[in-house]
């Protein structure tokens, strides 16, 4: 892939587990330079995968051809208004990875023609399992956008949305996602040790379930989903039972339900951010 110099404004668990996918990848860790106020984190990625850490945005997003914007929606404006200040963002790629924060909002702040890219990435990243849902205004160059593909393939899979609303959907089919399943397991879990199994013994069953059913799905692009769930439902037996609980108190209902949540504060955050 092509390198070029990146700057991280952020230093939180996103931008470290794109951080740690990237240089585990074979991305130079020299061409990295991650800033946040406070030196824990970004020193911890420096010292683990040799990255540069800063306490200067704009020192630092000055020097860089690509400016990662990874702080929290509610911060980005600050941010950004100190950065446009003194950084000529002509020329610079920036990728933003904020929920909520629109193309609209950033060109206001950092400047009309500004090369911006939305990426909407997920924690599992930081092991090159990433999924990253990808945007950018028409007035983007190929290069940049076959960069930011490249940039986040090197952490997991990329798909582009051709519409700025489609960040929203990838935020709630895979952004947010993780966390879904994280609370799945841990349901799993504390369900299991009530029964008598081990903390651990509960989490490696859960864990070994969940990874397992994961590779399967991978293993099997052309099979269906449903396809995978009958293999496991013998007729009369125990998951068919299991199957039925949820099926009765409307599991997909509910699933719809939190999706169109992340969707609908989004869409909030948009407003406020
Ligand atoms: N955590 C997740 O799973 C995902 C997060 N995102 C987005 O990533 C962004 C960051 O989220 P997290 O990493 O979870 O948050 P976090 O709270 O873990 O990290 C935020 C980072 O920003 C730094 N920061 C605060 N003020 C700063 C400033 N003035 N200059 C430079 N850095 C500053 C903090 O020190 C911290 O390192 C958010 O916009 C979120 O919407 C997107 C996809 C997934
Ligand atoms: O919860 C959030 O707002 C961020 C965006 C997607 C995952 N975490």
New binding site residues.
């Given amino acids: 892939m092509q390198h070029r110099k990146i700057c991280f404004?952020?230093?939180?668990?996103?931008?470290?587990?794109i951080i740690a996918g990237l240089v585990t990848s074979g991305y130079p860790a020299d061409l990295i330079s991650v800033?946040?106020?406070?030196g824990?984190?970004?020193d911890a990625l420096a010292e683990k995968y040799g990255t540069r850490s800063s306490?200067e945005?704009i020192t630092c997003a000055k020097e860089a051809d690509v400016v990662v914007?990874?702080?929290?929606?509610q911060?980005?404006a600050?941010?950004c208004s100190?950065l446009q200040k003194q950084v000529d963002f002509s020329g610079k790629l920036v990728l933003?990875?904020?929920?909520?924060?629109s193309v609209a909002r950033f060109i206001a702040l950092l400047g009309n023609g500004l090369n911006i890219v939305r990426?909407?990435?997920?924690?599992p990243s930081l092991v090159g399992k990433g999924m990253s849902g990808l945007y950018a205004p028409e007035h983007v160059g190929q290069q940049d956008r076959d960069f930011s593909s490249e940039l986040m393939s090197a952490v997991g899979k990329v798909c582009w949305v051709d519409t700025e609303e489609g960040i929203n959907h990838v935020?709630a089919a895979a952004?947010?996602a993780?966390?879904y399943f994280f609370l799945f397991m841990e349901a799993m879990q504390q369900e299991a040790q009530r029964q008598g199994l081990s903390a651990d013994t509960a989490r490696l069953l859960v864990q070994q379930a969940a990874s397992g059913a994961a590779a399967l799905v991978e293993a099997n692009p052309e099979t269906p989903l449903s396809t995978l769930r009958e293999n496991v439902t013998s007729k009369g037996g125990t998951t068919f039972e299991a199957l039925k609980v949820f099926n009765e108190r409307e599991l997909s209902a509910i699933v719809a339900e939190a999706m169109q949540a992340a969707i609908t504060r989004a869409q909030e955050m948009e407003k406020l951010f």
């Fill in positions: 404004i952020g230093a939180g668990n996103m931008a470290g587990a800033c946040a106020p406070s824990k984190n970004r306490s945005n914007l990874a702080v929290k929606p911060l980005m600050d941010v100190e933003s990875i904020a929920a909520g924060v990426v909407m990435p997920n924690t935020i952004g947010s993780p966390a």
